[in-house]
């Protein structure tokens, strides 16, 4: 598989929140079924990362996705899950340009703010747009190692159904104490979130630090 995208990052999070499985069919193409943690409730994946270093410099993104089973048959057993982002943002007009057109991620079409303010014990994630708060996200670590993350994503170009390797390596901590926290707050990009279903509690945080975010080519299947 051959790379075609690499973005240093500072820190991240990757939060997983239980959603009504409805709700995450109402976002999935057709040939995608959510992967439930139990009957009737799937999973919100929450992914928001300060990146220092890329083709266009530093920026923050977000990341809302559906999480769903990998597919087994093209990418071996390498993959730990796979996600369909249906929304994203950044704070880079050139970022948003190059990742909609290298990996046809959905943008948000405005530039949002975020802040990473970071303790001993824990992380808060405050992201804004125009000023006004947008979401409200906090995670908390346990012991820390170095680790590397294949997950498989899966993107639409129109009807055409694509899928990538997108790796992440770092320093990482991940529980399931429930420790974390969202608040969303009204915006265009939470409109259909808080009509949804979705636990305001995380039931798995991973946290990031000092890594490397991955994208290898996309193939259509």
């Keep these: 598989m ?12 990757s939060a997983f929140f239980e959603m009504a499985t409805a ?7 057709k040939h995608l079924e959510p992967l439930e943690v139990r009957h009737e409730r799937s999973v919100l994946s929450v992914n928001a990362f300060l990146f220092d270093d890329s083709v266009v410099g530093p920026y923050t993104g977000v ?8 597919s087994v048959a093209a990418f071996a057993v390498h993959a730990k899950a796979g996600l369909y982002p249906f929304l994203c943002a950044t704070s880079s007009a050139e970022a948003r340009r190059i990742k909609a ?10 530039n949002i703010d975020a802040q990473f303010i970071e303790t001993a014990d824990r992380l808060r994630i405050r992201i804004f747009g125009c000023g006004a708060p947008i979401l409200d996200l906090s995670v908390t670590p346990e012991a ?3 680790t590397t993350h294949l ?8 009807t055409e159904r694509l899928r990538t390797i997108m790796q992440i390596s770092g320093d990482y901590t991940v529980h399931e104490n429930e420790q974390g926290e969202m608040t969303l ?4 990009i939470t409109t259909d979130l808080l009509r949804q279903d979705v636990s305001p509690y995380p039931f798995r945080e991973h ?11 996309l193939e259509a299947f």
């Design 2 to 13: 051959s790379v075609v995208g690499s973005y240093r990052f500072h820190t991240g999070v």
């Design 23 to 29: 709700d995450a069919r109402a976002v999935l193409p």
């Design 63 to 70: 990341m809302f996705a559906v999480i769903v089973p990998p």
């Design 101 to 110: 057109e290298r990996f046809h991620f959905p943008y948000h079409d405005q």
């Design 144 to 146: 820390w190692e170095t």
């Design 151 to 158: 997950l498989q994503g899966f993107m639409m170009n129109g």
């Design 185 to 188: 707050f009204p915006h265009p």
């Design 207 to 217: 946290w990031f630090k000092n890594g490397t975010e991955v994208f290898h080519k």
